[in-house]
């Protein structure tokens, strides 16, 4: 079938043609419209080139997932191939990837700043002349492993294994790099967690093992943020979208923050702490729900360490 559709007074082709996906395929109660290509079509993904308006002129590209790394939460992309070029054109939300279900924030299409970086480092460079003197020349993986490894061989042999730092931008390997660490009798691991979240991380591991937890969120029926989490903190992209489902289930959110913030204008209450007195602010709340006998004691049983705490002697 081919032709046009008149709607709103705008003609619409309806023609079904196979590749025309996004503009022959309009159906007045929108179900032809898609946040995403469907995955069936991730190989052979057709758009028309907006350049050559009106002409519709087709471009095939390749999709092809990734995830963005320019926070923690790890979102999925689609890479979009340009197979004539067999490059990079720009990266969208991929709709299958379970944490971030195909949505971005501004800096998941902004990776494609850093495909194209000039000074994008795409090889090992060793320093030439002075530190400082800004001299480089290009070296081989090979000659980078074979000269580290034996600098490294030497100091642990020599034991001067507190000469070796490991410094990472974004851990994204947790536990195996920290075991070769250890292995290895050094003590030296550093990452930008170190001045990021590193205090949340240990409690969160004191408490219960894990130190990035991700909260049903979506299922919960009261949640307390401490400080922007929505549309700042840690995971803010999967969390923040599951946080607005839980809101639009009924449940409540609490924000403690000083600031009204974005996320605390969400809030169905706002704690405007002083700053520094939320330690004191959970630990009141903890005496009351502990006096007052308000929380579900087979949960706690079941799911923290009690025994532990009880035999330290806290009550
Ligand atoms: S929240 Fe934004 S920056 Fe972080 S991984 Fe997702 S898209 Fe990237």
């Not at 930008?192 to 919960?220: E, F, I, K, Q």
């Not at 959970?282 to 799911?303: C, H, P, Q, R, S």
């Amino acid at each position: 079938m081919s032709g046009h559709s008149l709607w709103l007074g705008k003609a619409f082709p309806t023609a079904s043609k196979a590749g025309d996906f996004i503009v022959n395929d309009f159906k007045r109660d929108g179900s032809h419209l898609s946040s995403a290509p469907p995955v069936e079509k991730w190989d052979d993904w057709i758009e028309l080139d907006a350049q050559a308006w009106p002409r519709k002129v087709q471009r095939h590209f390749q999709l092809v997932p990734t995830i963005c790394f320019n926070c923690e939460s790890s979102c999925g992309m689609l890479a979009y191939i340009n197979k004539e070029t067999g490059e990079i054109e720009k990266f969208e939300g991929n709709p299958t990837h379970p944490a971030s279900r195909g949505r971005l924030c501004a800096k998941g299409p902004a990776t494609i700043n850093q495909i194209h970086d000039p000074d994008r480092i795409l090889y090992p460079l060793k320093r030439v002349g002075p530190r400082g003197g800004g001299k480089w020349e290009r070296v081989t993986w090979a000659e980078v492993l074979a000269t580290l490894g034996a600098r490294m061989r030497k100091a642990l042999l020599e034991k001067r294994n507190e000469e070796i730092m490991y410094h990472v931008g974004r851990p994204g390997h947790d536990f195996i790099m920290d075991r070769v660490l250890q292995a290895w009798g050094v003590d030296g691991h550093n990452s930008h967690t170190n001045v990021c979240s590193s205090s949340a991380r240990l409690g969160y591991m004191l408490w219960h093992y894990a130190d990035r937890p991700s909260p049903d969120h979506a299922n919960a029926r009261f949640i307390l943020l401490l400080s922007a989490h929505l549309e700042s903190g840690h995971y803010f992209n999967p969390h923040a979208q599951r946080i607005i489902e839980g809101k639009m289930a009924g449940a409540k959110l609490a924000v403690m923050d000083p600031r009204l913030s974005n996320t605390a204008s969400m809030a169905d209450y706002w704690l405007p702490t002083y700053p520094g007195t939320e330690t004191a602010v959970l630990l009141a709340m903890a005496k009351v729900i502990l006096d007052e006998n308000l929380f579900d004691a087979g949960f706690v049983k079941t799911w923290t360490n009690w025994e532990q705490l009880e035999l330290e002697g806290v009550d």
